[in-house]
């Protein structure tokens, strides 16, 4: 239940709490649309980013939040446990991500813990595997994820899906 009052009704409680400021939700929507729909990053990828920062969060709502792209490419409930239980600097012992997968999670994990640990050494290896557009889509996404999971954290909002809720997202695209 929401730390403030949300009115009641239909729909899930973060879309409820989201309406009271129509602004502030088309403002977000356009934001999530951008980095789900116009990226040229590959699902997996955005999902070990964003899982590392909703387990950051400890976002409930970012937590119960499935891609259905990441799963039909193979990111099945076992690696999304994996992902969401592995220490902090670990990742590179999660057999099932590729390379590119564990840096996004190392930037992530230095992007919601200690921005300021992300230093030259981490941007001239992310720049051996991806390109200058794919870091700025990687940063936006953990900007966005971040924010979006500690608004919904600060105020209380739980995940009150049935199942899980899944991104709206398209195929990539190149921006």
């Known amino acids: 239940?929401?730390?403030?009052?949300?009115?009641?009704?239909?729909?899930?409680?973060?879309?409820?709490?989201?309406?009271?400021?129509?602004?502030?939700?088309?403002?977000?929507?356009?934001y999530a649309?951008?980095?789900?729909?116009?990226?040229?990053?590959?699902?997996?990828?955005?999902?070990?980013?964003?899982?590392?920062?909703?387990?950051?969060?400890?976002?409930?709502?970012?937590?119960?939040t499935r891609s259905p792209l990441a799963t039909a490419d193979g990111f099945d409930e076992s690696t999304v446990d994996n992902v969401v239980t592995c220490d902090?600097?670990?990742?590179?012992?999660?057999?099932?991500?590729?390379?590119?997968?564990?840096?996004?999670?190392?930037?992530?994990?230095?992007?919601?813990?200690?921005?300021?640990s992300?230093?030259?050494?981490?941007?001239?290896r992310l720049q051996q595997h991806f390109s200058d557009i794919e870091i700025i889509e990687l940063t936006a996404l953990c900007a966005m994820t971040l924010g979006n999971g500690r608004l919904l954290t600060v105020l209380g909002v739980e995940a009150d899906d049935e199942g899980h809720y899944l991104l709206t997202e398209t195929a990539q695209t190149t921006p």
């Open 1 to 30: 239940m929401a730390r403030i009052d949300v009115p009641t009704g239909p729909g899930l409680e973060r879309e409820r709490l989201l309406a009271m400021h129509l602004d502030v939700a088309m403002g977000m929507a356009a």
């Open 33 to 64: 649309e951008a980095v789900y729909t116009k990226t040229s990053l590959p699902p997996r990828v955005r999902e070990v980013a964003r899982f590392r920062i909703a387990r950051a969060n400890s976002c409930p709502v970012c937590l119960n």
């Open 88 to 116: 902090v600097g670990a990742l590179d012992m999660l057999g099932e991500l590729d390379e590119r997968e564990q840096l996004a999670g190392d930037f992530a994990d230095r992007f919601a813990g200690d921005h300021h």
């Open 118 to 124: 992300i230093d030259d050494t981490l941007m001239v």
